[in-house]
């Protein structure tokens, strides 16, 4: 059986390593702040502030780019925006910037190098416990008392204690349960069981910072234990929690061998030893002790806590324990649980909720579905007998949660846990309210449904990450309500008490972008994907739905099925708030676009019916800019407004106030406007030529002529005139973005094609903000090409000289020549 399950987790691996090279083999991304954070073992901690999407999984091998020199070294983690990482060689104490590369190939490759050697009896494996933890074969369940005494956590409630007897007593037991049951509180009692009992342990999780949560309560259970401190608990890898810190010399490996040498060396025997020999060869002996207490220590530890990454390294790891943990078990491969569990002599702990996030996978075909992607509680049939309502040997459920206030958790439970509901324990129902501002809202969900301004969306240039503006202003907006009220931490203090939780990047960025902006907390905590909001909770936490007019909507939008990677997004989205839950969202969008049944219109129809309502209109003026309402000016009054002002404009507000920005414009207008007619072209000429007679920059993107519906001699004529006035003119095929920037500070966005004259009634936006205009640049453009030529032109054809057309596809960005169709490699960007 092990062979058969083998091959075809071998042939996942496969597809998933082909998709890996298929998209370029790495990740790579330019990081900027960097700071010295001190000496780790034999390498050099760094701290970088992250300003792109990239996946860098912990402990990864990587390599940095200084200045042309390349240097290896380890990722460490990524959290709150903050990418840290190892340097095998000092860089300096500041960094403005670095290439950052990391090969996505290596954990499926090692991971398959891995599994051969077990098909050829090369490497020592528990087939047996392996196929156990997987579903092929029953637990073995024998009787185990356990009677807990106070201790420095809180003790167990009977779920728990029930569960800790389960894992003692049986040789694979699956521990689940939603967010804030208390599953770290009972991983770290299970281990501590163990260790009093002799056996060893191998405790893995995902990430660092999540092997460091579940061991700040091991050693709080440990710490008065006799040899903690002298190599029977090892922490391997850095420590990433600040809690943590003041274990560290008596945990990390590095910090244990070094003080375990100097031990030795202090004995008369060996310092008279040492002193016999020449200098040379002594230091040859010292590093020989050191290897060999190194391999000690290793081999001889009780507990040892890592990244599954680097339990899966044959260079770093290669050795069985009695005992096998794995933490936060969802996210993990299939494979790579598989292989883990065959780490262990005599049982194997899986310990995870299985409506959160699932494993990150570049394939999508059936073979890697079924043995790379699905995660260990489906594929073990741990969930197909909780919804078949049969009992599961080796399944123990935590049902009281101790985190959410009571309507956040039955939102939560009622949609994504059917089978294993959750109860809010009295003690959160009895727990002080953060200090939140009551004139926002009393009640624990709160809404804005931004309907009534008819707000427009977009993506991020070669990516699928969508944006929306408006959303972005409301989101932060709040966030600046309360920072007034002392929400947010102070400057360069993290941030534990608001957050935001969006599906995209583009959109995470944008609002740290704004937010960032105008307050006295210049953090990148601000904001987060779901993926990086995991393990990130907080008091009050906004999630932006920001899927609105201008796109489809997307799979987690859509998504209606609980087993389905949209619908436990969603569930982590949610989970992330303590004591408030705000949700902004266009209302009229999801119920007219995305199907009744769907995840978010049940949410919209739970925070309508036990929520409170904010208000649109009375959020977007709390910003510290002015606010202008252009909507309600009566049509042909003169309408007044500050530079440093943001509004929103109908089409009769609309033209009068974005002709006063062309005329107060000093350096650059920019305007992208898919369709244009002479007509509407005509409005704006006279201003457009006089301020390019002033040397501003005018720069037009719009269709190519054969996507305008007007195409032939018109549109000839019209391009002919703009070209003759001064005006760079790029086209891009397919597109659909609609805005406008002036001088790099005014930008003006939404429905309304600024060139192409139609009588209809439309909402535009109004921003006054450099980081806003800087944020739709980014989304808008290549970075890498506007560093070297700033602007949005097109650049002529590598052939003949041609005009070219951009045109974007999932490989990238391309130009390809109007005349000789000649094309230029794609630009790659991730999104």
Same mark, same amino acid.
């Given at each position: 059986?092990?062979?058969?399950?083998?091959?075809?987790?071998?042939?996942?691996?496969?597809?998933?390593?082909?998709?890996?090279?298929?998209?370029?083999?790495?990740?790579?991304?330019?990081?900027?702040?960097?700071? #010295?954070?001190?000496?780790?073992?034999?390498?050099?901690? =760094?701290?970088?502030?992250?300003?792109?999407?990239?996946?860098?999984?912990?402990?990864?091998?990587?390599?940095?780019?200084?200045?042309?020199?390349?240097?290896?070294?380890?990722?460490?983690?990524?959290?709150?925006?903050?990418?840290?990482?190892?340097?095998?060689?000092?860089?300096?104490?500041?960094?403005?910037?670095?290439?950052?590369?990391?090969?996505?190939?290596?954990?499926?490759?090692?991971?398959?190098?891995?599994?051969?050697?077990?098909?050829?009896?090369?490497?020592?494996?528990? #087939?047996?416990?392996?196929?156990?933890?997987?579903?092929?074969?029953?637990?073995?369940?024998?009787? @185990?008392?356990?009677?807990?005494?106070?201790?420095?956590?809180?003790?167990?409630?009977?779920?728990?204690?029930?569960?800790?007897?389960?894992?003692?007593?049986?040789?694979?037991? =699956?521990? !689940?349960?939603?967010?804030?049951?208390?599953?770290?509180?009972?991983?770290?009692?299970?281990?501590?069981?163990?260790?009093?009992? %002799?056996?060893?342990?191998?405790?893995?999780?995902?990430?660092?910072?999540?092997?460091?949560?579940?061991?700040?309560?091991?050693?709080?259970?440990?710490?008065?234990?006799?040899?903690?401190? /002298?190599?029977?608990?090892?922490?391997? %890898?850095?420590?990433?929690?600040?809690?943590?810190?003041?274990?560290?010399?008596?945990?990390?490996?590095?910090?244990?061998?070094?003080?375990?040498?100097?031990? +030795?060396?202090?004995?008369?025997?060996?310092?008279?030893?040492?002193?016999?020999?020449?200098?040379?060869?002594?230091?040859?002996?010292?590093?020989?002790?050191?290897?060999?207490?190194?391999?000690?220590?290793?081999?001889?530890?009780?507990?040892?806590?890592?990244?599954?990454?680097?339990?899966?390294?044959?260079?770093?790891?290669?050795?069985?324990?009695?005992?096998?943990?794995?933490?936060?078990?969802?996210? /993990?491969?299939?494979? /790579?649980? =598989?292989?883990?569990?065959?780490?262990?002599?005599?049982?194997?702990?899986?310990?995870?909720?299985?409506?959160?996030?699932?494993?990150?996978?570049?394939?999508?075909?059936?073979?890697?579905?079924?043995?790379?992607?699905?995660?260990?509680?489906?594929?073990?049939?741990?969930?197909?007998?909780?919804?078949?309502?049969?009992?599961?040997?080796?399944?123990?459920?935590?049902?009281?949660?101790?985190?959410?206030?009571?309507?956040?958790?039955?939102?939560?439970?009622?949609?994504?846990?059917?089978?294993?509901?959750?109860?809010?324990?009295?003690?959160?129902?009895?727990?002080?309210?953060?200090?939140?501002?009551?004139?926002?809202?009393?009640?624990?969900?709160?809404?804005?449904?931004?309907?009534?301004?008819?707000?427009?969306?977009?993506?991020?240039?070669?990516?699928?990450?969508?944006?929306?503006?408006?959303?972005?202003?409301?989101?932060?907006?709040?966030?600046?309500?309360?920072?007034?009220?002392?929400?947010?931490?102070?400057?360069?203090?993290?941030?534990?008490?608001?957050?935001?939780?969006?599906?995209?990047?583009?959109?995470?960025?944008?609002?740290?972008?704004?937010?960032?902006?105008?307050?006295?907390?210049?953090?990148?905590?601000?904001?987060?994907?779901?993926?990086?909001?995991?393990?990130?909770?907080?008091?009050?936490?906004?999630?932006?739905? !920001?899927?609105?007019?201008?796109?489809?909507?997307?799979?987690?939008?859509?998504?209606?099925?609980?087993?389905?990677?949209?619908?436990?997004?969603?569930?982590?989205?949610? #989970?992330?708030?303590?004591?408030?839950?705000?949700?902004?969202?266009?209302?009229?969008?999801?119920?007219?676009?995305?199907?009744?049944?769907?995840?978010?219109?049940?949410?919209?129809?739970?925070?309508?019916?036990?929520?409170?309502?904010?208000?649109?209109?009375?959020?977007?003026?709390?910003?510290?800019?002015?606010?202008?309402?252009?909507?309600?000016?009566?049509?042909? +009054?003169? /309408?007044?407004?500050?530079?440093?002002?943001?509004?929103?404009?109908?089409?009769?507000?609309?033209?009068?106030?974005?002709?006063?920005?062309?005329?107060?414009?000093?350096?650059?207008?920019?305007?992208?406007?898919?369709?244009?007619?002479?007509? %509407?072209?005509?409005?704006?000429?006279?201003?457009?030529?006089?301020?390019?007679?002033?040397?501003?920059?005018?720069?037009?993107?719009?269709?190519?002529?054969?996507?305008?519906?007007?195409?032939?001699?018109?549109?000839?004529?019209?391009?002919?005139?703009?070209?003759?006035?001064?005006?760079?003119?790029? @086209?891009?095929?397919?597109?659909?973005?609609? @805005?406008?920037?002036?001088?790099?500070?005014?930008?003006?966005?939404?429905?309304?094609?600024?060139?192409?004259?139609?009588?209809?009634?439309?909402?535009?936006?109004?921003?006054?903000?450099?980081?806003?205009?800087?944020?739709?640049?980014?989304?808008?453009?290549?970075?890498?090409?506007?560093?070297?030529?700033?602007?949005?032109?097109?650049?002529?054809?590598?052939?003949?000289?041609?005009?070219?057309?951009?045109?974007?596809?999932? =490989?990238?960005?391309?130009?390809?020549?109007?005349?000789?169709?000649?094309?230029?490699?794609?630009?790659?960007?991730?999104?």
């Amino acid at each position: 059986m092990s062979s058969t399950i083998i091959k075809n987790m071998i042939k996942g691996l496969d597809a998933e390593l082909a998709a890996v090279h298929k998209q370029g083999g790495s990740s790579q991304v330019e990081l900027r702040g960097g700071k #010295s954070k001190g000496k780790v073992g034999d390498g050099f901690l =760094y701290a970088f502030t992250l300003t792109d999407q990239v996946y860098l999984r912990d402990d990864a091998p990587i390599e940095i780019t200084v200045e042309g020199e390349r240097v290896g070294g380890r990722m460490v983690s990524e959290r709150d925006g903050i990418v840290t990482l190892i340097s095998e060689k000092g860089l300096g104490s500041r960094l403005p910037s670095v290439h950052l590369k990391a090969d996505n190939s290596i954990l499926p490759q090692q991971l398959r190098d891995r599994l051969s050697e077990i098909i050829t009896g090369d490497s020592y494996f528990n #087939s047996v416990l392996a196929d156990k933890v997987i579903g092929h074969d029953r637990p073995r369940v024998s009787e @185990f008392s356990y009677s807990p005494s106070p201790d420095a956590l809180r003790m167990p409630n009977d779920e728990q204690k029930r569960a800790i007897e389960l894992a003692l007593g049986t040789d694979v037991c =699956y521990l !689940c349960g939603a967010q804030g049951t208390g599953k770290t509180t009972t991983v770290a009692r299970v281990i501590h069981q163990l260790y009093r009992k %002799g056996h060893s342990v191998l405790l893995v999780s995902d990430t660092n910072f999540a092997v460091d949560t579940v061991l700040e309560k091991v050693f709080k259970l440990l710490r008065n234990e006799q040899d903690f401190g /002298l190599g029977a608990v090892v922490r391997y %890898g850095p420590i990433v929690k600040k809690e943590l810190a003041k274990f560290a010399s008596n945990v990390l490996l590095d910090n244990i061998v070094e003080r375990l040498c100097i031990k +030795r060396q202090k004995s008369k025997r060996k310092a008279r030893y040492l002193k016999q020999l020449r200098p040379e060869t002594a230091v040859l002996v010292l590093a020989k002790d050191l290897e060999n207490v190194r391999e000690e220590v290793m081999h001889l530890c009780r507990v040892m806590a890592t990244t599954a990454h680097m339990a899966c390294d044959k260079d770093q790891l290669d050795r069985m324990f009695d005992v096998v943990v794995i933490d936060d078990a969802s996210t /993990l491969p299939l494979p /790579l649980i =598989y292989f883990l569990s065959g780490l262990a002599r005599h049982k194997v702990l899986i310990a995870g909720d299985f409506q959160q996030l699932p494993p990150i996978v570049r394939a999508n075909n059936p073979v890697c579905e079924e043995w790379f992607k699905k995660d260990v509680f489906r594929k073990s049939g741990v969930v197909a007998s909780l919804k078949a309502g049969e009992y599961h040997e080796g399944l123990a459920i935590l049902h009281s949660q101790y985190r959410m206030r009571e309507p956040i958790s039955r939102l939560v439970s009622d949609l994504f846990y059917e089978h294993t509901p959750t109860v809010t324990d009295s003690r959160v129902r009895g727990r002080r309210r953060s200090n939140f501002p009551t004139e926002l809202g009393t009640k624990e969900l709160l809404y804005v449904d931004t309907s009534s301004v008819a707000p427009w969306a977009s993506q991020r240039q070669g990516t699928r990450s969508t944006y929306n503006f408006l959303h972005a202003l409301v989101v932060r907006n709040i966030i600046c309500r309360l920072e007034k009220k002392g929400l947010m931490a102070k400057k360069r203090r993290r941030n534990t008490k608001i957050g935001t939780v969006t599906p995209y990047w583009a959109q995470a960025a944008l609002i740290s972008s704004l937010a960032s902006e105008k307050l006295d907390y210049h953090g990148t905590d601000i904001a987060a994907t779901v993926y990086r909001s995991q393990h990130n909770e907080k008091d009050c936490v906004v999630v932006d739905l !920001c899927d609105s007019i201008g796109v489809k909507p997307s799979r987690i939008m859509s998504a209606h099925e609980v087993d389905a990677d949209g619908g436990r997004l969603l569930n982590v989205a949610l #989970s992330r708030a303590r004591d408030v839950l705000i949700l902004v969202a266009n209302f009229d969008y999801v119920k007219t676009e995305i199907r009744e049944n769907s995840f978010v219109r049940r949410i919209i129809a739970t925070f309508e019916k036990d929520g409170e309502a904010l208000k649109v209109e009375d959020i977007l003026p709390l910003g510290p800019e002015d606010w202008l309402d252009g909507l309600s000016t009566e049509t042909g +009054r003169e /309408l007044k407004m500050s530079p440093e002002a943001s509004g929103l404009f109908n089409e009769s507000t609309f033209y009068q106030a974005f002709n006063q920005d062309l005329m107060d414009a000093r350096n650059g207008i920019v305007i992208f406007s898919p369709y244009f007619s002479e007509r %509407g072209i005509f409005r704006w000429t006279d201003t457009l030529r006089v301020k390019r007679e002033t040397d501003v920059k005018v720069e037009i993107v719009t269709l190519p002529p054969y996507q305008q519906p007007a195409a032939g001699e018109e549109t000839g004529e019209v391009l002919k005139g703009l070209e003759e006035s001064g005006f760079t003119v790029a @086209f891009r095929s397919d597109m659909h973005e609609k @805005f406008a920037m002036v001088d790099g500070r005014i930008l003006w966005l939404g429905p309304l094609d600024i060139l192409s004259h139609k009588d209809t009634d439309q909402i535009m936006l109004r921003i006054s903000s450099k980081a806003a205009c800087r944020m739709m640049t980014e989304m808008q453009s290549l970075p890498e090409r506007m560093k070297k030529v700033p602007s949005f032109a097109n650049p002529k054809c590598g052939k003949c000289g041609g005009l070219t057309v951009w045109k974007s596809s999932a =490989y990238g960005v391309h130009f390809q020549c109007f005349d000789c169709g000649h094309k230029e490699e794609p630009k790659y960007r991730r999104g």
